[in-house]
């Protein structure tokens, strides 16, 4: 590895910010960018993919279309915002095709087609785990496919550094939040309750089930398993990220599709990074490592890693001015039994 020295590395840096991002550099993206390349840590192919990769680039060059989902209700405007009124945390944006809108923290429909997601998915069954408001689950039934969903009961289920164990959920919540027609209680997570109302919004028919990932398991589901598992912004948020892959390996008949944070660090050396900042998140695999997962929960084949862009739309503020909302590229995992 050629390594310049520090003028010409701010030259180059210089050059691609006008190339690529059409802007000088601000100070602390070139002297960062400039200490990187000094260091030998990247090369510059590497610096210009980076950029080219980058949330500033792809807003630069695509153009701005949101996927507006098919509103099935029989509601008006006014009882669908009185319905969605009755959460305040959405952690997904759904348009609607008939111009009704409920914003959340992501806009998951301006970036779908990073996904790769079947665009036909007539006679799939698929598992949403981490379903959250409900976005993918309502994209994928009106894509044809059979849904099943999990998600946590609530922050018990969590996985919170420095808790050791799960406490009851009874002492989180006395009482179930719904009980269904066959007797089952329901229990949502922070963002769940999105999915119900929305679900009862639009008739959707996905199934709910209450579980932790690693607590996945055919039996789950009466020996049910399924086509394609998706898997969103979650494994970033658990301890042991092989032994919940290993879980959805269970019920994965072909495909599962996940994301995690990247960390763009020593690329032919699998590296992962313990996150801080917050309690329940954990972990940041370089790409090496990312891979190294599945193929260690017992996956065979493994796409080269992509990556998908998350775009902040409206997001929740808690009473303490709080938001965890980012705008972010994350790497996206198609895996195969």
């Known amino acids: 590895m050629t390594i310049l020295d520090d003028e010409s590395n701010r030259d180059l840096v210089t050059r691609l910010y006008a190339e690529i991002l059409l802007r000088e550099p601000d100070r602390e993206g070139l002297a960062g960018h400039v200490r990187l390349l000094n260091m030998g840590r990247i090369t510059p192919q590497q610096l210009e993919e980076s ?18 989902l098919r509103f099935t209700g029989t509601c008006d405007e006014r009882e669908f915002a009185s319905k969605c009124r009755e959460h305040d945390f959405w952690y997904h944006s759904f348009y609607f095709d008939n111009g009704f809108v409920q914003r959340g923290d992501y806009n998951i429909g301006l970036d779908i087609g990073e996904y790769g997601f079947p665009a036909d998915m007539s006679d799939l069954t698929v598992l949403d785990v981490g379903t959250g408001s409900g976005w993918f689950a309502t994209y994928f039934e009106q894509l044809g496919a059979q849904v099943t969903t999990v998600d946590a ?41 999105g999915f119900w109302i929305m679900k009862d919004i639009l008739g959707l028919t996905a199934e709910y089930v209450n579980a932790r990932v690693y607590e996945i398991r055919p039996e789950l589901f ?26 959805l390996r269970s019920v994965c008949k ?14 032919d ?13 954990w972990w ?6 990312l891979v190294e997962w599945f193929k260690a929960a017992g996956f065979t084949r ?36």
């Open 269 to 281: 050396v699998p590296v992962m990074q313990m996150l801080k900042g917050d309690s329940i998140t």
């Open 222 to 247: 009466q020996g049910k398993t399924f086509d394609l598992v998706f898997m969103g912004a979650v494994l970033m948020h658990l301890r042991d990220p092989i032994g919940a892959l290993m879980a």
């Open 153 to 193: 009961r609530g922050y018990c289920d969590f996985d919170v550094r420095g808790r050791p164990g799960y406490p009851d959920v009874a002492l989180e919540k006395p009482v179930p939040d719904r009980v269904l027609a066959d007797g089952r209680p329901i229990y949502y997570s922070p963002v769940s309750k």
């Open 284 to 289: 940041a695999p370089n790409e090496s490592c």
């Open 302 to 337: 493994i796409e080269p890693v992509s990556v998908v862009h998350l775009t902040v739309d409206k997001p929740f503020v808690d009473e303490h001015g709080h938001s965890s909302a980012v705008t972010q590229d994350v790497a996206l995992v198609n895996a195969w039994v």
């Open 51 to 68: 950029m080219r990769n980058s949330i500033e680039f792809r807003e630069l060059v695509r153009p701005k279309a949101t996927h507006r």
């Open 254 to 267: 072909h495909r599962l599709i996940a994301n995690a944070i990247p960390l763009r660090a020593l690329e």
